[in-house]
């Protein structure tokens, strides 16, 4: 996969587990195998997370346009480019594992959509979480590339999400008390939402990620791999696969996909766009989201464009519409009449709260790439890459062993189910 930008790439969410599930390697981490099964992440090891995610915004160097076109040259229209060795200095500096958590920027959104008093008012919570989950990937105009995870590679983080940012976003005034809210004086301040991602396949590229709030009884389990395709001066990234939100307390499952990723521009400053039709499926109710992400006309238009329209499929009524930008304002109108503005710019973010370096077992993201990603800090490309193609020879490496010694590779914390990979221990099964 090419030029992708994080925007996309945090999309498909997340990880699953109570401190038992904790998937993880233990608090001291030790040299663990890189396929030894999972192992407990301890809450209280985790802190605040401080990396710094901006990127420059210095476009392409002269001598880098030099690498770029001598690498263009060698590319034909449409072709994969999942296999085409690209150059260090267009690296992201964190893993794209890292990347999909982005998505949950926002937990309060997600946590919220449990808490909608009927059907219609869950899935038009559901979407509006939806829309505003890409936004805050970007954290410039510049579009780079995130590490290809290696096999086995797993990123684990979590959430606290203050309880009095939960709450229904309409109906709540008029809807009777849960007993979760007559309870809502214990001690506990805040939910816990854990995210696990896991790389689980080379060849085709597949990830993995779930997350879960057992208090709220939600749970999102993903699998997706990027097919990426040469356009020209574009880049085009197809996201393949799908995520399911489980709602265990209303029974409710939404079946959702991924846009498309597109780099344009990428002998000067290259720039990301979304673009593609996605939908939100929720068989036992009859809801459906259909969202199209608008890419830019060649002349005129705006870019950035988002439309979605929210169906009961059942009565084949229009329930909410939506339009505007999702990196910036979005306007809801529901069939009442009413309408709701959302500015993704203002949202409140929620840090996520992530191991230091010491306590990271081998195969976690940051400590993996740690010495490329030192090196692209301090502008030395030369050792980066030297770095890089290390990693990559001894994935090649321990690949040919397995096909040599035919041993299929078994990931940690997902097993194949049928064409998707679903967490090993999901809040579904646990209870």
Same mark, same amino acid.
């Given at each position: 996969?090419?030029?992708?930008?994080?925007?996309?790439?945090?999309?498909?969410?997340?990880?699953?587990? /109570?401190?038992?599930?904790?998937? +993880?390697?233990?608090?001291? /981490?030790?040299? =663990? $195998?890189? !396929?030894?099964?999972?192992?407990?992440?301890?809450?209280?090891?985790?802190?605040?997370? @401080?990396?710094?995610?901006?990127?420059?915004?210095?476009?392409?160097?002269?001598? =880098?346009?030099?690498?770029?076109?001598?690498?263009?040259?060698?590319?034909?229209?449409?072709?994969?480019?999942?296999? *085409?060795?690209?150059? @260090?200095?267009?690296?992201?500096?964190?893993?794209?594992?890292?990347?999909?958590?982005?998505?949950?920027?926002?937990?309060?959104?997600?946590? #919220?959509?449990?808490?909608?008093?009927?059907?219609?008012?869950? *899935?038009i919570c559901f979407v509006e979480y939806y829309l505003t989950a890409f936004h805050e990937g970007r954290k410039g105009a510049l579009a780079k590339k995130p590490y290809n995870p290696i096999i086995g590679e797993t990123f684990h983080c979590s959430w606290e999400v203050p309880r009095d940012r939960v709450k229904p976003k309409r109906t709540a005034p008029h809807s009777p008390?849960?007993? $979760?809210?007559?309870? #809502?004086?214990?001690?506990?301040?805040?939910?816990?939402?854990?995210? &696990? #991602?896991? =790389?689980?396949?080379?060849?085709?590229?597949?990830?993995?990620?779930?997350?879960?709030?057992?208090?709220?009884?939600?749970? %999102? !389990?993903?699998? &997706?791999?990027?097919?990426?395709?040469?356009?020209?001066?574009? *880049?085009?990234?197809?996201?393949?696969?799908?995520?399911?939100?489980r709602l265990l307390e209303h029974g409710e499952e939404y079946v959702f996909t991924l846009p498309s990723a597109y780099a344009r521009s990428i002998l000067t400053i290259p720039w990301v766009e979304l673009g593609g039709k996605v939908s939100i499926n929720c068989a036992k109710t009859g809801y459906s989201a259909t969202v199209i992400f608008h890419t830019k006309p060649f002349y005129g238009g705006k870019v950035h464009r988002v439309t979605a329209e929210v169906k009961h499929n059942p009565t084949n009524t229009i329930v909410c519409k939506v339009h505007g930008e999702w990196n910036g304002t979005l306007e809801f109108t529901y069939n009442n009449g009413e309408t709701k503005v959302v500015d993704t710019t203002t949202l409140p973010v929620c840090p996520k709260k992530i191991r230091p370096l010491e306590k990271q077992g081998p195969m976690e993201s940051r400590n993996l790439w740690r010495e490329v990603t030192r090196y692209l800090r301090l502008g030395? +490309?030369?050792?980066? @890459?030297?770095?890089?193609?290390?990693?990559?020879?001894?994935?090649?490496?321990?690949?040919?062993?397995?096909? !040599?010694?035919? @041993?299929?590779?078994?990931?940690?914390?997902? %097993? =194949?189910?049928?064409?998707?990979?679903v967490y090993f221990n999901p809040l579904w099964k646990a209870h």
């Amino acid at each position: 996969m090419f030029l992708v930008s994080r925007v996309l790439l945090k999309a498909s969410l997340v990880t699953g587990m /109570g401190d038992e599930l904790g998937l +993880i390697f233990k608090s001291g /981490g030790q040299q =663990q $195998e890189p !396929n030894s099964g999972p192992e407990l992440v301890l809450s209280e090891d985790e802190k605040s997370d @401080t990396e710094d995610k901006e990127e420059a915004e210095l476009g392409v160097m002269e001598d =880098q346009r030099s690498v770029i076109l001598h690498l263009i040259s060698q590319l034909k229209l449409g072709m994969d480019l999942t296999k *085409v060795v690209l150059p @260090t200095f267009i690296l992201e500096k964190r893993s794209l594992l890292e990347m999909y958590a982005d998505f949950m920027a926002h937990p309060d959104l997600l946590l #919220a959509v449990t808490a909608g008093a009927t059907p219609e008012e869950r *899935v038009i919570c559901f979407v509006e979480y939806y829309l505003t989950a890409f936004h805050e990937g970007r954290k410039g105009a510049l579009a780079k590339k995130p590490y290809n995870p290696i096999i086995g590679e797993t990123f684990h983080c979590s959430w606290e999400v203050p309880r009095d940012r939960v709450k229904p976003k309409r109906t709540a005034p008029h809807s009777p008390p849960s007993q $979760e809210h007559l309870i #809502a004086e214990e001690p506990a301040e805040s939910y816990k939402l854990r995210f &696990v #991602a896991e =790389q689980v396949s080379h060849h085709p590229p597949i990830s993995c990620f779930y997350c879960e709030c057992k208090e709220k009884r939600l749970c %999102i !389990n993903t699998h &997706v791999w990027t097919k990426s395709k040469f356009m020209g001066m574009s *880049v085009g990234v197809s996201m393949i696969g799908e995520g399911v939100l489980r709602l265990l307390e209303h029974g409710e499952e939404y079946v959702f996909t991924l846009p498309s990723a597109y780099a344009r521009s990428i002998l000067t400053i290259p720039w990301v766009e979304l673009g593609g039709k996605v939908s939100i499926n929720c068989a036992k109710t009859g809801y459906s989201a259909t969202v199209i992400f608008h890419t830019k006309p060649f002349y005129g238009g705006k870019v950035h464009r988002v439309t979605a329209e929210v169906k009961h499929n059942p009565t084949n009524t229009i329930v909410c519409k939506v339009h505007g930008e999702w990196n910036g304002t979005l306007e809801f109108t529901y069939n009442n009449g009413e309408t709701k503005v959302v500015d993704t710019t203002t949202l409140p973010v929620c840090p996520k709260k992530i191991r230091p370096l010491e306590k990271q077992g081998p195969m976690e993201s940051r400590n993996l790439w740690r010495e490329v990603t030192r090196y692209l800090r301090l502008g030395d +490309i030369d050792a980066a @890459t030297e770095q890089k193609r290390r990693l990559e020879d001894k994935q090649r490496m321990e690949e040919r062993k397995r096909e !040599n010694l035919r @041993t299929p590779w078994q990931p940690k914390y997902f %097993i =194949q189910e049928g064409d998707g990979w679903v967490y090993f221990n999901p809040l579904w099964k646990a209870h």
